[in-house]
């Protein structure tokens, strides 16, 4: 088990933004010991590591939180989370290949920028 503030510094993130992210929803709540202090678990560790994913794919605290919320309904909510992530995922695939194209073009403009001109 860490503390919030060893917690926090091996992922180089402030404590109060732990707190924050518990506070919204975007994961369960972490355990407190008989003095109320957090003791971060594994499983909440296994929680952080995929909010920091998912933002850095700036996937939407909107997403997170609701994903938190079908996991902590239990087994019984799978097939409602596994809906709700594919869905997610076929947007990201979508949003992948419309930035494959944009970027397909813009090496299309560069090629063309850098042909000498034709004396015609």
Do not use: N
């Not at 503390?3 to 180089?12: L, N, R, V």
């Not at 594994?42 to 938190?68: C, G, M, N, P, V």
């Not at 799978?78 to 970027?103: G, K």
């Amino acid at each position: 088990m860490m503390k919030i503030s060893e917690i926090a510094a091996k992922y180089a993130l402030q404590p109060d933004q732990l707190r924050y992210w518990e506070r919204m929803g975007l994961m369960p709540p972490v355990p407190r010991d008989d003095q109320g202090q957090r003791q971060y678990r594994s499983q909440d560790e296994l929680w952080l590591r995929f909010i920091l994913t998912f933002k850095a794919a700036q996937i939407s605290d909107d997403f997170l939180i609701e994903y938190a919320s079908l996991a902590q309904a239990g087994p019984q909510a799978a097939p409602a989370r596994q809906d709700f992530l594919q869905a997610e995922l076929d947007q990201q695939v979508q949003s992948c290949q419309r930035l494959t194209a944009m970027a397909g073009l813009m090496e299309q403009r560069l090629s063309a920028s850098a042909r000498p001109m034709s004396s015609h």
